[in-house]
């Protein structure tokens, strides 16, 4: 009844093709932006920010990366830690050699550095496809942990080989380090993740987008009508190391504070992301903002519900909480193989006709 | 989405503080790979507190309230874990991994929580003037190292020149810690010195154990934990390295790591900070009071275990500091920074050990403000595999003090650079 079109005119070319053609879309996705940006900095708490809200939306950076190699261009990647590790540990230099710049531009900074690691890495792509490059990319998760474990400069030569986020400031407002304020880490962590969002909704619609999909679609078909596989596949790793390494630093410098190669951004880190665009969507924005909210927050709620409501062990709820994380994963790819995204399409088609499905 | 944002929200609330009671949290792990020896750590540390509770009433009058936050040793659970139980008035840290101690080192020190990283986490923080919140007494991995090689030198008839001594090490933070002291007693003592890591979680060590089978060293020093320490020990039986030359640190030398291998690994040495066996009065409390009362934190199968023994230490180390804190302040409900005074002024003495049932548990030691460290008091055991026991086969000694020392100052005084600390004690 709400949700539909009809009486909402498009006069324009522009307004065709907005992001959100519904008008109901387009006022929640304002109040969804007003909330994040006005609302939630001034009730968030320390846990809120560091066990719900800051990983969702640096695990969404890093699905959003991830999504635009896998699910736009169709190049399995299985070496998304090691190129979160690369942001991480990019920040970790530049924050400690040049104090003076704003962390902000480290960030972005750490995510160039990430893109161009990733494209060396893609180059196999130009010659192999399907599991061959998952494996190719796969030697890449190890080879890097493998580097920032075993070379000391990456480290500066700490003796626990661990690196430590020193304190930097926004405009004099601490964002990293133990005394940064829950509603700064969030609102900094917010501001990356909707500016990675449009530039990637806006690269995925337009030229590049379409190259990507034609390459992942039938590449052969693609070269045919004029798409060089050369350009298409390499923007693609490097705009998707470019995020990935975004989510990386945020990862270390914003949340965690302080990490090791080896056990922040193992082989674990890369099937989490894997999974959650899995269970998000391929090939959809919403899809991976979607599946980093559903695999943040469903451990926490069964922690929660398991725990502290139910008084159980905490050795039984975590294995459980293994058995439905996977069940879950079972029952999405047998009931909605194309994610949450899906079904909230399939949900929205249904809006629009409901009460009068006829 | 919005059922589970009400849900949580409403889980929260009911975790509410409750007040008047002392909090611990334990951040424990019994799943993963490492579950092997975080379980019987995480049953002595809550048993410790449940006899008191059940025996005594609580510390003070006061009754304990053991909040159990399961980590797997994964340094992201670990922080949602502190952050969930942080307001709940915790009193004290204590989360048996060192990746975990290095990211709550900042956090508690800027919350003003106090956190006890008995013989693991960040060395250094023996330096009570950098680390004004952190205790690693009483003792820390470089004393470990630096006892491990008095000991070999003694095997060796008085001296390493010449001799090849590998550290087999978990390749993560807890396992890279030792490196620095090893390579300044390599330039000391004269010996060849090279390090092998071992990734998570350490199942595969063929290659590792090739290597040690060419390289052919005089000793071999082990810092591993969970399931690495069985795979390390059998692993070490199958190339037939003499166990007698194998060490491990206090974390790799608890009946289960060394059982698997049977015969194969006895003589196995480990190095250990406090007594061995079930051979305590409080023991028998925790058996009457807690397991035969049903209220064992875990099967009630570990108690006189080396690790559960461990988390009996734990617990009865900051039952004392909380005893302390009440005395001084006089009043039974303690504040976090009351319990990091005490702690900074703890004395255990003899007395002490035994009116807990703990007599000659561990060595004596005094922390100062300037020492939150201890005096790194280690002694070695080995493994008799025909009457499945630990025996102490030396006395406590001290660690090199020359040698730990600088070291300390050095790591600590670039960790206070970094974050502009500036130096307390004054």
């Given amino acids: 009844m709400l949700y539909r079109e009809a009486g909402d005119f498009k006069t324009s070319y522009a307004k065709d093709n907005q992001t959100f053609p519904i008008k109901f879309d387009r006022v929640g996705y304002y109040v969804a932006l007003i909330v994040a940006f006005l609302v939630i900095p001034f009730v968030i708490n320390d846990y809120w920010a560091n066990a719900i809200l800051l990983p969702f939306l640096i695990y969404a950076i890093a699905a959003l990366g991830l999504n635009i190699l896998v699910g736009y261009c169709g190049q399995v990647s299985l070496g998304t830690g090691g190129f979160m590790a690369v942001g991480a540990y990019a920040s970790y230099k530049l924050m400690t050699a040049f104090p003076d710049v704003s962390i902000f531009f480290h960030v972005i900074l750490s995510g160039g550095v990430t893109a161009i690691v990733c494209v060396l890495f893609g180059l196999p792509s130009l010659r192999i496809k399907g599991f061959y490059l998952a494996v190719a990319t796969l030697a890449a998760q190890f080879f890097l942990v493998w580097l920032f474990n075993r070379v000391p400069w990456f480290y500066n030569y700490s003796a626990s080989g661990q690196i430590n986020a020193p304190e930097r400031t926004v405009?004099?407002?601490?964002?990293?380090?133990?005394?940064?304020?829950?509603?700064?880490?969030?609102?900094?962590?917010?501001?990356?993740?909707?500016?990675?969002?449009?530039?990637?909704?806006?690269?995925?619609?337009?030229?590049?987008?379409?190259?990507?999909?034609?390459?992942?679609?039938?590449?052969?078909?693609?070269?045919?009508?004029?798409?060089?596989?050369?350009?298409?596949?390499?923007?693609?790793?490097?705009?998707?190391?470019?995020?990935?390494?975004?989510?990386?630093?945020?990862?270390?410098?914003?949340?965690?504070?302080?990490?090791?190669?080896?056990?922040?951004?193992g082989i674990t880190k890369s099937f989490l992301v894997l999974f959650m665009i899995i269970i998000g969507g391929l090939g959809s924005i919403f899809g991976s903002f979607a599946g980093a909210a559903f695999l943040v927050l469903l451990p926490v709620v069964l922690k929660v519900v398991g725990v502290d409501w139910l008084g159980w062990p905490t050795d039984i709820v975590a294995h459980l909480q293994l058995v439905i994380v996977g069940g879950l994963i079972i029952m999405f790819l047998i009931l909605e193989p194309h994610g949450l995204a899906q079904l909230w399409r399939v949900t929205k088609q249904k809006l629009r006709l409901w009460p009068f499905p006829h | 989405?919005?059922?589970?944002?009400?849900?949580?929200?409403?889980?929260?609330?009911?975790?509410?503080?409750?007040?008047?009671?002392?909090?611990?949290?334990?951040?424990?792990?019994?799943?993963?790979?490492?579950?092997?020896?975080?379980?019987?750590?995480?049953?002595?540390?809550?048993?410790?507190?449940?006899?008191?509770?059940?025996?005594?009433?609580?510390?003070?009058?006061?009754?304990?309230?053991?909040?159990?936050?399961?980590?797997?040793?994964?340094?992201?659970?670990?922080?949602?874990?502190?952050?969930?139980?942080?307001?709940?008035?915790?009193?004290?840290?204590?989360?048996?991994?060192?990746?975990?101690?290095?990211?709550?080192?900042?956090?508690?020190?800027?919350?003003?929580?106090?956190?006890?990283?008995?013989?693991?986490?960040?060395?250094?923080?023996?330096?009570?003037?950098?680390?004004?919140?952190?205790?690693?007494?009483?003792?820390?991995?470089?004393?470990?190292?630096?006892?491990?090689?008095?000991?070999?030198?003694?095997?060796?008839?008085?001296?390493?020149?010449?001799?090849?001594?590998?550290?087999?090490?978990?390749?993560?933070?807890?396992?890279?810690?030792?490196?620095?002291?090893?390579?300044?007693?390599?330039?000391?003592?004269?010996?060849?010195?090279?390090?092998?890591?071992?990734?998570?979680?350490?199942?595969?060590?063929?290659?590792q154990w090739l290597q040690i089978r060419r390289e052919r060293p005089d000793f071999v020093l082990f810092w591993g934990w969970g399931v690495m320490n069985q795979v390390a020990v059998q692993e070490a039986a199958n190339v037939r390295f003499p166990m007698e030359n194998f060490m491990g640190i206090w974390w790799s030398g608890a009946?289960?790591?060394?059982?698997?291998?049977?015969?194969?690994?006895?003589?196995?040495?480990?190095?250990?900070?406090?007594?061995?066996?079930?051979?305590?009065?409080?023991f028998g409390d925790i058996?009457?009071?807690?397991?035969?009362?049903?209220?064992?934190?875990?099967?009630?199968?570990?108690?006189?275990?080396?690790?559960y023994n461990r988390g009996v230490y734990a617990a009865f180390l900051a039952a004392e500091a909380a005893k302390d804190a009440q005395a001084a302040n006089g009043t039974s409900s303690i504040t976090p920074a009351m319990m990091r005074d005490a702690m900074e002024a703890l004395e255990i003495t003899g007395a002490e050990m035994a009116a807990a049932g703990l007599p000659n548990f561990g060595p004596e030691f005094k922390v100062t403000c300037e020492n939150h460290g201890g005096d790194g008091m280690a002694a070695v055991a080995q493994w008799d595999a025909s009457a499945k026991k630990w025996n102490l086969i030396s006395d406590f000694v001290a660690s090199d003090a020359s040698v730990v020392g600088p070291l300390i100052e050095a790591d600590s005084a670039a960790y206070a650079a970094e974050n502009n600390i500036e130096e307390r004690c004054n």
Avoid at chain 1, 213 to 228: C, F, H, L, P, Y
Avoid at chain 2, 256 to 274: C, E, I, S, T
Avoid at chain 2, 287 to 306: E, R, S
């Fill in chain 1, 171 to 265: 405009f004099g407002i601490e964002v990293t380090g133990p005394n940064a304020e829950a509603w700064a880490t969030y609102l900094f962590s917010l501001v990356f993740l909707v500016a990675s969002a449009l530039i990637a909704r806006n690269l995925t619609r337009g030229m590049a987008g379409r190259k990507w999909m034609a390459i992942r679609d039938m590449d052969i078909a693609a070269e045919i009508i004029g798409v060089s596989p050369l350009k298409a596949k390499i923007s693609a790793f490097a705009v998707s190391g470019f995020f990935v390494g975004i989510s990386g630093a945020l990862f270390f410098a914003v949340y965690l504070g302080a990490a090791e190669a080896g056990d922040s951004f």
């Fill in chain 2, 287 to 307: 058996q009457k009071y807690v397991v035969d009362a049903g209220k064992a934190a875990g099967a009630g199968d570990q108690i006189g275990t080396v690790l």
């Fill in chain 2, 255 to 282: 009946e289960q790591d060394v059982l698997p291998a049977g015969d194969g690994a006895n003589g196995y040495k480990a190095l250990q900070f406090h007594n061995v066996g079930s051979d305590f009065p409080v």
């Fill in chain 2, 1 to 207: 989405m919005k059922k589970i944002l009400v849900t949580t929200v409403a889980a929260m609330m009911a975790a509410a503080p409750a007040m008047a009671e002392l909090v611990f949290p334990s951040l424990s792990y019994r799943t993963g790979p490492f579950a092997a020896s975080g379980i019987p750590f995480a049953d002595g540390y809550a048993d410790y507190f449940t006899l008191l509770n059940e025996r005594d009433g609580g510390i003070g009058g006061e009754m304990v309230n053991v909040i159990e936050c399961e980590t797997a040793y994964n340094t992201e659970k670990g922080v949602e874990c502190y952050e969930a139980t942080k307001d709940q008035g915790a009193l004290l840290y204590q989360p048996l991994s060192t990746g975990i101690t290095y990211q709550l080192i900042p956090k508690a020190t800027a919350d003003g929580i106090p956190m006890h990283t008995m013989g693991y986490g960040r060395t250094s923080a023996k330096n009570g003037k950098v680390f004004s919140n952190v205790f690693n007494y009483p003792v820390n991995y470089w004393d470990g190292a630096s006892v491990g090689i008095k000991h070999f030198k003694e095997v060796a008839g008085g001296s390493l020149k010449g001799k090849k001594i590998t550290l087999l090490h978990f390749n993560g933070a807890y396992g890279k810690e030792p490196i620095p002291t090893l390579e300044k007693l390599a330039e000391i003592e004269g010996f060849e010195f090279n390090a092998i890591p071992i990734d998570y979680p350490g199942q595969e060590q063929k290659s």
